[in-house]
């Protein structure tokens, strides 16, 4: 799927979450929420191979007991409103693995907070 400037493009609850293969984009520059996915209280999550262009916050997972994020693409150097961007951010995951991710032009390129425990491997990132 392809998401175009949508403020929140996907939130989810579910069990289990599978995100692959899909398309988000912020093309408004000055966009003060931007938010690609947003998956909470699963109890796994898979988010790979999904491109992510100018959204302050491209993947978020919260209160989720095991995650992976991996081959993901995420670029935010249009987006104007860069001092709280945060590529993937993991809040209350207690297991996660992020790997293989591109990131470019965040302000932080991943955050695991709030008792989140992750492996994190093999990421590039460019003026995060």
Known sequence: MSFLDNSNALYTAPRRAWLSKNNFQNSHSNALIAYGSTVQYADEVEVS???????????????????????????????????HSKGIFLSAVPEAIIERNKLSHFNYGIEASFNSKAQVMDNKGCDI
């Open 49 to 83: 191979n999904n491109n992510f262009v100018n959204l302050i916050r491209p993947i978020n997972v919260d209160y989720t007991k095991k995650a992976i994020v991996s081959e993901n693409y995420l670029e935010n150097s249009q987006l104007n409103q860069r001092m």
